[in-house]
């Protein structure tokens, strides 16, 4: 390492520059490694293969015709596998407790044994297994985007609390953008053969997580200055991915692609996937050229310390600063051995403020918490039920199958939208003019219920429209309902309360997917069947024609979403005072404090390198 001299000489750099040498390369290869951006990057390609539940409409076809499925039971197998994709509980609680290695090491795990159970069983290369097994594989798959959401995600949250609505947006988005991503890459891969398609999305997330181990870690928190702008530059990028993938599938629609034209279109999306690496290595070298100027340059130093404490202010600042950081813990060890501290369950109907640090069960039995569940299980329930439907709702209304995979694809791409708008736009509003969070999910309710009902009424064209609404809409519910929970119960336990969150979606594919659309289908085919006087042979699938398959079942979607977004509008007046609040402000004193340590360790090595 080059250092300069208290009189601005330099050895090796003129001016107390900072030279090119093999040491400072390795030195900056290391800060980019292990720098905050790049595990942003991580994270982004981590997110952009962990959407595989929101492609099941691409290969239910082959399971309900493989082994024989009617809808409800095609159903009963969706809905586990949203129980497995948002039931996130015990991904949480192990993070509680483990650092996100082990999450994402289980999650790769589950995702790769979970596809490659259903592969086995559609390719028919293991006996018909039972229905209940099935479920089982679906689940243990699907549970694995948990795992990396809690990882990956939770601690991105983590590392930048002030910017946690566009944090959770542009991951979420590209989640969202993962369908669109997945099936690019494959039918560059496989073409059109589905079969394979189950294969490919076991095995790629796992290698992904496999590869970011350990980059993917809790850091101290520092708020840069262009913290928002470098967001806003991986924003642009992801809408440019998202923009080539919207015209591909326009262009896809208009003509039939080869395998080598499938594969220009696979390798502009690898490229768009792995450009915000530039943007990464920029930021790091900003980081580490001015740390290094800082090291190398020990004549520029602001002292603020009075003049008889300047020999001695390093040291001492810095035992200082030890003892500062010791202190909490012994007030901490001191008041448990001298009184224990209230049990969980005595203090569960006793939250503290909003905003405050909620243990588990406060949160869990809170008010607040209860209405934003049941929000989101009509919210999410519903569109998630005309996301897993869209297959079998454009057969039913009589789309070729090419129209459905451009449903599927539109459903992604206006998710991502719905996801990075509402994080982006959230955080922009309640900054700008404190517009509260609640608020806006009741608007992305209430446009969904559109969606809704251009299914229902089957309007000439409508499913176009209807999958880029009811896409855009979920898509936006999950960084509004998972930065409100962030905002309300506190970061402390935000791995839980994050994955209980998640469940609501389970639970409302449940009762309006499985108990609602999939009973009213089989009734209506059953009812066709009987009149064109066919029996159904055993083993064989329910295949319902028309308007009527699906009409009574949006209606009452409809009904379901509104009842929801008036719960959501009691959330916006309990939580009025709240948001008029400076909710952010703990958060900026925190990395104000972060900063000042930060800079007491550099004058503290510039004061070694001195000596």
Known sequence: MVVAGPGG?????????????????????????????????????????????????????????????????????????????NVGILSGLIN???????????????????????????????????????????CVGANSQSFANTGSLVTCVKNFPESRGVVLGILKGYVGLSGAII?????????????????????????????????????????????????????????????????????EKQTDFTRSEYGVS????????????????????????????????PSVEIITEKPSQEVHSPSSNLEQTVSVAAAPEEVSSGSTSSSKEPSCWTTCFSPPDRGEDYTILQALF???????????????????????????IGGSLGYPKKSISTFVSLVSIWNYLGRVVSGFVSEIFLAKYKFPRPLMLTIILLLSCIGHLLIAFNVPGGLYVASIIIGFCFGAQWPLVFAIISELFGLKYYSTLYNFGGAASP?????????????????????????????????????????????????????????????????????????????????????????????????????????
């Open 9 to 85: 000489g330099a050895t090796g750099a003129g001016g107390g520059g900072v030279s090119i040498t093999p040491a400072n390369m390795k030195s900056l290869a290391i800060q980019v490694i292990t720098g905050r951006w790049f595990m942003v990057f991580a994270s982004f390609l981590i997110m952009a293969a962990a959407g595989a539940t929101y492609m099941f409409s691409l290969y239910s076809g082959d399971i309900k015709y493989a082994l024989g499925y009617d809808q409800t039971t095609l159903n009963l197998l969706s809905f586990f596998k949203d129980l497995g994709a």
């Open 183 to 251: 099936t690019q890459l494959y039918r560059a891969f496989y073409g059109d053969d589905t079969k394979s398609l189950i294969l490919f999305i076991g095995w790629l997330p796992a290698a992904i997580s496999f590869a970011f181990l350990r980059t993917i870690r809790i850091l101290k928190v520092i708020r840069q200055p262009n913290e928002l702008k470098v967001f806003y530059n991986f924003l642009y990028i992801s809408l440019a991915l998202a923009g080539f993938l919207m015209m591909i599938i326009i262009v």
């Open 507 to 611: 639970l409302g594919s449940y009762l309006l997917n499985v108990r609602v659309a999939g009973h009213l289908y089989d009734k209506e085919a059953k009812r066709q069947m009987a009149a064109s006087r066919i029996t159904r042979k055993k083993g064989g699938d329910l295949t319902c024609i028309g308007v009527e398959c699906f009409k009574l079942s949006f209606i009452i979607i409809t009904a379901a979403t509104l009842f929801g977004a008036f719960i959501s509008l009691i959330l916006v007046l309990r939580t009025k005072k709240f948001y008029k609040s400076d909710i952010y402000k703990k958060f900026r004193e925190a990395a104000a404090k972060s900063a000042d340590e930060v800079e007491m360790d550099t004058k503290t090595e510039q004061y070694g390198n001195r000596k």
């Open 96 to 138: 509680e407790i483990t650092p996100p290695w082990v999450v994402l090491v289980l999650g790769a795990v589950l995702n790769f044994f979970g596809y490659f159970m259903i592969w086995l069983a559609v390719t028919k290369k293991i006996a018909r297994p039972q229905v209940w097994h099935m479920c089982l594989y679906i």
């Open 266 to 297: 696979a390798a502009i999306v690898m490229f768009l996937l792995f450009f915000p690496l530039v943007i990464v290595v920029i930021e790091e070298f900003k980081l580490w050229k001015s740390k290094q100027m800082a090291l190398n340059n």
């Open 366 to 392: 809170s008010l607040d918490m209860l209405i934003l569940f049941l929000a989101t299980i009509c919210g999410v329930g519903g569109t998630l039920t005309a996301i897993d439907n869209l297959g079998q």
